[in-house]
């Protein structure tokens, strides 16, 4: 910065096509007198001409005299030329002595500007204005081709990835995904190309079980950063893992990632997948040890994941597989509230506890949820087995446990 505290500008880089010497000074005087910074180049002549503008220094705006004996030899018309078919995005202003009628027809040829020659004081700001205009236009088309850029890489990272993924915005709409995501799912082309979320949960809706829940209740996120997980339960004989994570762009919009991966639910039959179905994400890290379970109960049978057998300490085959049987592994005292929750019109939590293979007794929480085939739900091991005279009544559980059933089932 100079002495008297005003920032230097960066010159504006300008090349004049003319054969008259004193009209290039003239030119300079006049932006000159108007306090524009500049590094003003003149050429004659067609090849100085083309040869100035391949050479690797950038210019901001070109003048083009169109006075006959201007250009020596070569016609400012074919200069125009040149310039919109090799340089298109370099602004170009036409001085003309013929008057305000000879710049409009400049301008129909395609010049950015056009001034009669007479008139001095409409060059400064002209040159100011057009070359400001051409330097936020080849900001924009840099910004734009880094987007390009950076849009590729990460069009690359994400079909290279072994995860499906669909990137959201906080509105719903369908951003961008792969082709893992569409292969997983099992949508075609045709069905995410309007890129609406309506259309992919309407297809996923005949192959998963309840995915507009699973992602209506994901959609609940908070600040950037955090993140939920879930299953989501198919028809056949499968489930994906979905993980959807706040994320904050450069730009400060802040877009749902949603991760699928494949998992297997073997053992458990159709029943048992049902009640996998919105496992809440606070559980999901449980799950995978084997402390959290899905059941599914109805009139005729009683479905637990073979996980029950490993809390439980009995083998999977030993499980219950009707209500009696379940009753029988109930602690007497809480008999009575475990019915109860089945009275429940819709859902219901209550805390039981159950037999072990042992003998003694587990402290488990239950959550269910009534439907018209029957109750489906989890429940979870919330500490280490009791012995029988040491277990309470009705064990009162602290405020805050390690997992809450705080979703909806």
């Known amino acids: ?35 524009l910074p500049l590094d003003k180049v003149w050429v004659q002549g067609g090849e100085a001409f083309r040869r100035a503008l391949e050479s690797p220094w950038n210019y901001d705006l070109i003048i083009i005299d169109d006075q006959p004996s201007a250009t020596v030899g070569y016609p400012a018309p074919e200069a125009l030329e040149w310039v919109l078919e090799h340089l298109p995005n370099l602004p170009v202003l036409v001085l003309t002595g013929a008057g305000e009628e000879a710049a ?42 880094e987007r390009d850029r950076l849009g590729g890489l990460l069009r690359s990272v994400m079909e290279s990835t072994h995860e499906g993924i669909l990137i959201l915005d906080l509105a719903g709409k369908i951003l961008t995904y792969n082709r893992k995501f569409m292969s997983l799912c099992g949508i075609p082309e045709y069905v995410l190309a309007p890129m609406r979320l309506d259309r992919v949960l309407q297809f996923l809706q005949e192959q998963f079980l309840d995915p507009q829940g699973l992602l209506s209740e994901m959609a609940m996120l908070g600040e950037p950063g955090s993140s939920r997980a879930g299953l989501l ?154 012995a029988s005279a040491e277990a309470p009544a009705h064990y009162q559980y602290p405020t805050a446990p390690s997992y809450r059933f705080d979703v909806k089932l």
Do not use: C
């Not at 504006?12 to 003319?18: E, W």
């Not at 500007?113 to 007479?118: F, G, I, R, V």
């Not at 057009?130 to 236009?137: A, D, I």
């Open 1 to 35: 910065m100079p002495a008297d505290g005003y920032p230097t500008l960066p010159p504006f880089r300008i090349l004049h096509l003319t054969g008259a010497e004193e009209e290039t000074w003239r030119v300079a005087a006049v932006l000159d007198g108007d306090y």
């Open 104 to 145: 409009v027809a400049w301008l129909r040829r395609g010049a950015t500007e056009s001034l009669p020659t007479a008139a001095q004081q409409r060059l400064a700001p002209a040159v100011r204005r057009l070359v400001r205009e051409g330097q936020t236009r080849a900001a924009l088309r840099q910004a734009a081709a």
């Open 233 to 386: 339960a198919g028809r056949d004989q499968r489930a994906l893992e979905v993980r959807e994570r706040i994320s904050r762009m450069d730009s400060g919009t802040d877009v749902r990632v949603i991760g699928f991966s494949e998992q297997e639910l073997r053992g458990e039959g159709r029943l048992a997948r049902e009640a996998a179905a919105g496992i809440p994400q606070n559980l999901l890290d449980a799950a995978q040890t084997g402390r959290v379970v899905p059941w599914f109960l109805n009139e005729e049978e009683l479905v637990i994941s073979h996980k029950g057998g490993k809390i439980l300490g009995i083998p999977a085959e030993a499980l219950p597989r009707d209500l009696r049987a379940l009753e029988a592994m109930i602690h007497p005292d809480d008999l009575d509230l475990f019915r109860r929750g089945l009275e429940r019109p819709q859902q219901a939590r209550f805390d039981l506890r159950m037999r072990k293979g042992d003998g003694s007794w587990l402290r488990t929480r239950w959550s269910l949820k009534r439907g018209k085939d029957g109750y489906r739900g989890i429940f979870l091991e919330t500490s280490q087995p009791l």
